[in-house]
Every structure is written in structure tokens, then in C-alpha cells.
């Protein structure tokens, strides 16, 4: 039973502002961040000629079998994907210390060899994109940071990157896809993973910087995202979001990434059942009190079985516990131990920081009438003594 009800700080009620409009990023940055990725697109679709005319970016084997020459035409595609592609993005909680992330998926078609790996040399491609958007960055004003290992990471102004990581398909199969991608072109959808053709998991290879491929298909787990919002509904949407943004504001690094994050909000919300729409503040304690046990077990990947997504180390798994259980404690304190609006907000922007609007006129409190008669056992009402009768 609760006191309060703050489902309007979270989401607004018509125009009032709300915890969930805090989170999106301003319009003119979308659109900057935008403007970079065709700025990126078009230099590295420009620059694949590259890789048919240098023998450096092939596999050793890839020449043997083709008497030293390059027998392949290379085209490029880009997929985004991660928190951008679900819709689930938000602004920083610590701009000085955060960054709002892109993840592009640049997609090469090439022959896969009989290793199963694609002809390309996987830490070559990192050079050639690099090599590419060195002088882009320099015209731009951005910076190339070599230090990931799964992708070539552009820092366009404080506070924003772009992510491209490097994915191989097979020829034949990449058809396919890019049948479908000049499809959405001419008829001017919007194109997304939901709107290409599914290609085979263990046919999607990621270059690793170390010159390794291995196999990683991003549009598996978009599916998940998909499948976990037709399960829950939007609410998932939502509460991943909110959940983010709590991290954001406790950890300026957290160990918790944001697919853990969401793995243990499904788990809750599958524990819970149904849950009312209109009461993602009473959505978000129930998850809430659920989040220490689910940390402390197992989350498993959900398109990767062998992978845990929370083997952190002892230290680490402490502190997100605590950190799970305090917010528990600090929504139960703002919603079943208060009826002041007032305490409300001071208990939620303890948990989630400032951006919770500062508005006691959107907190519904119930009055103490109302609250204990909802918090009463029921009656109980003595079976009645039926005597019998000659009526019809």
C-alpha cells in the first residue's frame, strides 16, 4: 500500500515536465550526433576502395587462394545499434564525468574462407577506418581514441562519441541485406534491424583490434530488446530508462551496464506479473525490492549462454547491492512512509538526483482515512444460519 503516488514526477501529466523528459537529449545534440554519423558514413563508404586495391587488409590465405589478387568488390553498410537503436538513450546524469554513446555498425561483405572466418584481416580493418577518419577528425574538431578493443571509438565534443564497430558477412547473405536496405531507401522507411532479413549468428563476425574475428550478432539482441517490450509493454521501455538514470546518478562508472540493468528489470517484471500502467513509481519499488536477490545470482547474456553479465568482483557486487537496497529503502520511504509531497521529492531526488521535477502539486497523497481502511485486514463475516423453509 502506498501513501503517495508520484507517477506523474516520472512521466508528466500532458505538459507538465517529468523525470522522463529530463532524460531525453536536446534536440540540436540528436541532431549533431546525426550529422556526425553521415559525416563518418559517407568518408568510409567513399575510402572502400581501398580495400579492393590493398593487398595489406586481406588474410594471408585469402591470397594464396587467389594467386595474390584481390577478386572481391567491397560495399559497406551501417547498422546503428545499442541504446540509440532501442529507443532507450538518455542524457547524462554526470555530464562532466558522462557521455552520450552512438553505436554504429559498419557491416563489410567478403567471402568467408574454410575456416569459417571472413578473407578480411580483422585488426587491418581497424587501420583502414582509422587511416579514413583521421583527417575527417581533424576537420571536425573530434579526436580518434584507439584504446577499445572491439571498436574504433570517434570523441566528437565533451560529452559525446560515436562507436563504430566492425562486422563481416558473407557475400551471398549480405545480398540479402542489402536488397532490403535499398528497399527501405526507395520507399523511405526508416531502416532498422527489424527491417532487414535475419542473416545466420554464427555468419556475423566482429573484428577485434588483436586481429581476432568472433562471432557476435547485435541484431540478436535488439530482437531481445523487441521481445522484452512486446512482453511488458512500454513500461520496459521506461523502466529501463529510469533504472539508468538512477545508476547514472550514483556511479559516474558503475560496474552495472546497462544489458545487466535490463536483464534484471525483465526478471523482475516477470516475477511480478502484470503491472499497472499507471504507476511506474509503484513499478519501480516492486522492481526495486527485487534487484538485490537478482544481483545476487547469476545474469546470464541473454543471446550469449556462456556469457555472465555480472562477474564483478567482490568489491564491486557489494557495493551495487547496497546501492539496490537503498534505493528500495529511500522509494518505500517516499511512498509508504510519507504523506507529504514535499518528502516525496526529497526522497526520490536522493535516489535519482535533480532531474526529478521539483512538483508536490502532481504527488497524489491519500488521505489517512482512505490509507487505513485499504491497509485493514478484511473483515470476517459469520457464515449466516439457514433454516429450512417450505417456500417454492
Same mark, same amino acid.
Given at each position: ?97 558522462? &557521455? ?170 516477470? &516475477? ?25 545470482? &547469476? ?23 547496497? &546501492? ?69
Amino acid at each position: 500500500m502506498t501513501l503517495a503516488n508520484a507517477h506523474a514526477l516520472f512521466v508528466g501529466l500532458q505538459k507538465n515536465p517529468s523525470y522522463l523528459a529530463s532524460l531525453e537529449i536536446e534536440d540540436n545534440e540528436r541532431q549533431r550526433l546525426l550529422n556526425a554519423r553521415q559525416t563518418i558514413r559517407t568518408a568510409l563508404r567513399n575510402a572502400t576502395h581501398r580495400l579492393e586495391s590493398d593487398k595489406s587488409f586481406w588474410r594471408r590465405d585469402y591470397l594464396i587462394e587467389t594467386a595474390n589478387r584481390i577478386q572481391d568488390d567491397v560495399k559497406v553498410k551501417f547498422m546503428t545499434q545499442g541504446s540509440f537503436a532501442y529507443k532507450t538513450l538518455n542524457a547524462p546524469a554526470q555530464p562532466a564525468l558522462q &557521455e552520450i554513446d552512438l553505436d554504429d555498425g559498419m557491416y563489410v561483405p567478403v567471402r568467408f574462407l574454410s575456416d569459417n572466418h571472413p578473407a578480411l584481416a580483422a585488426g587491418a580493418l581497424f587501420t583502414f577506418v582509422e587511416e579514413v577518419l583521421r583527417p575527417v577528425c581533424r576537420a571536425n574538431g573530434w579526436s580518434l581514441d584507439s584504446s577499445k578493443g572491439t571498436c574504433v571509438r570517434i570523441r566528437l565534443w565533451r560529452g559525446a562519441h560515436i562507436d563504430i564497430p566492425i562486422y563481416s558477412v558473407p557475400e551471398e547473405r549480405f545480398r540479402v541485406m542489402k536488397a532490403a536496405i535499398e528497399e527501405a531507401a526507395f520507399s523511405e522507411r526508416k531502416l532498422t534491424f527489424d527491417s532487414v532479413p535475419s542473416i545466420p549468428s554464427d555468419r556475423v563476425m566482429l573484428a577485434q583490434r588483436s586481429g581476432e574475428w568472433v562471432q557476435s550478432d547485435p541484431k540478436q539482441l535488439h530482437d531481445w530488446v523487441e521481445n522484452r517490450v512486446d512482453r511488458h509493454g512500454p513500461s520496459f521501455r521506461r523502466m529501463s530508462r529510469f533504472f539508468k538514470g538512477w545508476r547514472d546518478h550514483v556511479w559516474a562508472n558503475s560496474p552495472l551496464s546497462s544489458i545487466c540493468l535490463m536483464c534484471a528489470i525483465d526478471a523482475a517484471l516477470l &516475477e511480478l506479473g502484470q503491472s499497472a500502467d499507471n504507476r511506474d513509481d509503484k513499478t519501480i519499488l516492486d522492481v526495486a525490492r527485487l534487484l538485490p536477490r537478482i544481483f545476487s545470482g &547469476e545474469i546470464k547474456n541473454p543471446v550469449v549462454k556462456a556469457s555472465c553479465l555480472n562477474s564483478w568482483s567482490e568489491e564491486e557486487r557489494g557495493d551495487v547491492l547496497a &546501492e539496490t537496497r537503498a534505493l528500495a529503502s529511500t522509494m518505500e520511504a517516499a511512498l509508504e512512509r510519507t504523506g507529504d509531497a514535499d518528502r516525496v521529492i526529497e526522497h526520490l531526488r536522493d535516489a535519482f538526483g535533480r532531474r526529478i521535477p521539483y512538483r508536490p502539486d502532481i504527488v497524489a497523497i491519500e488521505s489517512d482515512t482512505a490509507a487505513a481502511v485499504r491497509a485493514a485486514p478484511a473483515a470476517t463475516v459469520a457464515t449466516p444460519h439457514i433454516t429450512s423453509s417450505d417456500s417454492g
